[in-house]
């Protein structure tokens, strides 16, 4: 490794320093720079905009002070930063371009900072076909100054018109709509909106959280939940909570909607057929908006999630579906609906990523595109590198964002090839030995305490709901496709899987099979029914002394191998030599791996006061 000074004297020759980009003649010189090391791909980009808060203070250090806004007229310190990137839509390529400190800004002065840096990305080679923003009431005031008379449109005429009737697009980001979505959802007087019908399948009506609370009281004390994608903190989110995007997901979820359609007229939820609808309509628009991967559609076997081609129509004639569902929507006197600023973000994003799409495809004359890429994700996860390497603060400095974006561009200005370690011709694969190895040979050191030698019987299995076993199956397809995959052996998966779909069994794989999916063979099925039935012993009568253990899942595997019947797997034969020990073993992991997650997800949910407070109001909706 070179010496601190040899790093530092490489360093300090590297434009990447934001303090000196406010200044004129060095605005945006570290972009400038680094062009000339791009490729094609890399230069077609969008431009990225979000704000990130600030610690409102001035600093000192190496003879310059920094904390001031951007304009230095009237001394006021900066609270906020826009920070500008650019993000490559035909390749992986992404960029912090500029930093702009501000304590309060109008509309037209951020336009004509707007308009400055495309004009600068365009002069350097840069090609800009639209900007991302969320949809604060300052973005949407700067982007309408770009048509005269100002106003909020889907393009605009690019402000370099370098080929005649250029566009430039203007997109809200569809993380932030989809998260409004789920707030206004949550802020209604009864947490109820009325919406319309969708298509003659898709019936509209009263979507209602309450249905969603009735359903995970129903199911909170399961261990195995149809709806499992629930969990309190996505129903009664606080203030910072709602800012994140994966509880909004676990509300628009298809376990979500497989658990309304079970649970919904046998438990008499309210409202619960229109929600599951609703759920599924916001879902189905989340899919096909949030692909960022060319092979994510036939990896989920989701045609909702492949890249837009010009022969996917089947997601063009949805959008434009939404398009009209959401013009009849905001025609319905009913005032239980989103609110006038989500609802246009929602419809103006929706038909500039249709339109977008015909001018990528024809116009650009590209092969497909990934809508994935309209979001503010990257930007969102800079600002996240900026609070962690500045000792995980929320509110960091102006000083520690500058100095943070230069360690992140000096890094990026470095190749860093990482080789694997090799020992004479063979290559260590350190997670195979800790997969097989480590896990075969705690499992032997492991002891069963004897207050854990918990005995499960036929009468046990005959006892367990109706409701519980498509989830053992769906638990049992599972860990049969994971034996399947660990060995790569088709003679196991004779005995692992069936072709044959049991009635009441493989009810939920069929729900949720996209073609994909396996359906377990009895065997496997019985030994998930006994780990399961193990479990459910343990916790009602020694759950303390259980959690005591070193390794609760060895103790888990132990305990239910003693349990299961020793006739099962009958005649098991491998000619790759895999023994039957090991296959079931693979089998009993996975599936405690499942159902201890599955427990201590459960447990969260009632271990602190403020949680059994809101146990205490869903018992009342």
């Known amino acids: 490794m070179p010496s601190p000074n040899t790093l530092s004297r490489l360093c300090s020759k590297l434009s990447t320093n934001p303090v000196i980009e406010q200044q004129g003649h060095q605005f945006m010189s570290y972009i400038t720079n680094k ?24 600093d ?43 304590h309060t800004i109008q509309g037209d002065v951020l336009f004509s900072y707007i308009k400055a840096v495309i004009v600068k990305l365009e002069a350097v080679g840069f090609e800009v076909v639209g900007i991302v923003a969320d949809n604060n009431a300052i973005n949407k005031k700067a982007m309408s100054k770009f048509s005269t008379p100002p106003d909020v449109k889907i393009k605009y005429d690019h402000p370099v018109q370098s080929s005649p009737n250029r566009p430039l697009y203007y997109f809200v980001d569809t993380v932030h709509i989809l ?8 802020n209604q007087k009864e947490q109820i909106l009325c919406f319309p019908d969708f298509s003659d399948s898709l019936k509209g009506g009263l979507s209602s959280v309450g249905a969603l609370k009735e359903l995970h009281l129903i199911e909170k004390d399961e261990l195995l939940q149809y709806g499992s994608s629930l969990t309190l903190k996505s129903l009664f989110p606080n203030s910072i909570e709602r800012q994140n995007v994966k509880l909004v997901l676990r509300i628009f979820s298809d376990t979500t909607v497989v658990a309304l ?32 991967t060319l092979l994510k559609g036939q990896r989920l076997r989701n045609i909702f999630q492949e890249p837009v081609t010009s022969k996917s129509h089947h997601i063009q004639e949805f959008l434009q579906c939404f398009i009209s569902w959401l013009c009849s929507w905001e025609e319905c006197s009913d005032e239980r609906k989103l609110t006038r600023e989500t609802h246009s973000a929602l419809k103006h994003t929706t038909a500039a990523l249709i339109d977008f799409s015909d001018y990528w495809l024809s116009e650009k004359n590209r092969s497909h595109l990934l809508l994935g890429k309209v979001q503010t994700d990257s930007l969102e996860d800079r600002f996240g590198k900026y609070r962690q390497l500045c000792g995980g603060n929320y509110h960091v400095s102006l000083r520690q964002v500058f100095e943070t974006e230069q360690k992140l561009r000096a890094q990026s200005m470095f190749s860093l090839v990482l080789r694997s370690k090799v020992v004479g011709d063979v290559v260590i694969k350190t997670t195979d030995i800790f997969s097989t190895h480590t896990q075969i040979q705690g499992l032997k050191e492991t002891s069963i ?50 072709d044959e779909m049991k009635q009441g069994g493989d009810d939920l794989i069929m729900v949720k099979d996209r073609g994909g999916l396996t359906y377990p063979a009895d065997d496997v099925v019985v030994c998930v029914t006994y780990v399961y039935l193990t479990l459910q012993k343990i916790l009602k009568d020694q759950e303390i002394l259980f959690l005591e253990q070193a390794n609760q899942r060895n103790v888990l595997v132990k305990v239910a191998s003693h349990n299961i019947p020793s006739n099962l797997f009958y005649g098991f034969h491998c000619k790759n030599k895999h023994s039957i020990d090991s296959v079931m073993n693979c089998i009993l992991f996975c599936c405690a791996n499942i159902l201890l997650n599955n427990y201590t997800k459960r447990r969260n949910d009632v271990t602190t006061v403020k949680n059994v407070t809101v146990y205490k109001r869903l018992k009342k909706c």
């Open 35 to 58: 062009v000339g090391t791009l490729s094609s791909d890399d230069k077609t980009v969008l431009l990225l905009m979000d704000e990130i808060h600030l610690k409102s203070q001035l």
């Open 60 to 102: 000192y250090k190496a003879g310059n002070v920094v904390g001031c806004t951007f304009n230095t007229e009237k001394f006021l310190c900066a609270t906020s930063a826009y920070v500008f990137m650019v993000q490559s839509m035909e390749s992986p390529y992404k960029d912090v371009v500029s930093i702009l400190p501000v």
């Open 179 to 186: 998260k409004c979505i789920r707030n206004n959802w949550f």
């Open 261 to 292: 359609d079970t649970f919904g007229s046998k438990k008499a939820i309210s409202n619960w057929e229109s929600t599951a609808t609703f759920i599924k309509i916001i879902n189905r628009w989340w899919d096909i908006v949030n692909v960022k």
């Open 449 to 498: 305490p004897e207050f854990l030698n918990v005995a499960v019987d036929e009468n046990d299995v005959d006892g367990i709901d109706e409701n519980t076993w498509p989830l053992l199956h769906y638990i049992a397809g599972y860990c049969s496709h994971q034996a399947i995959k660990k060995n790569h052996c088709e003679y196991c998966k004779v005995f692992l899987t069936t």
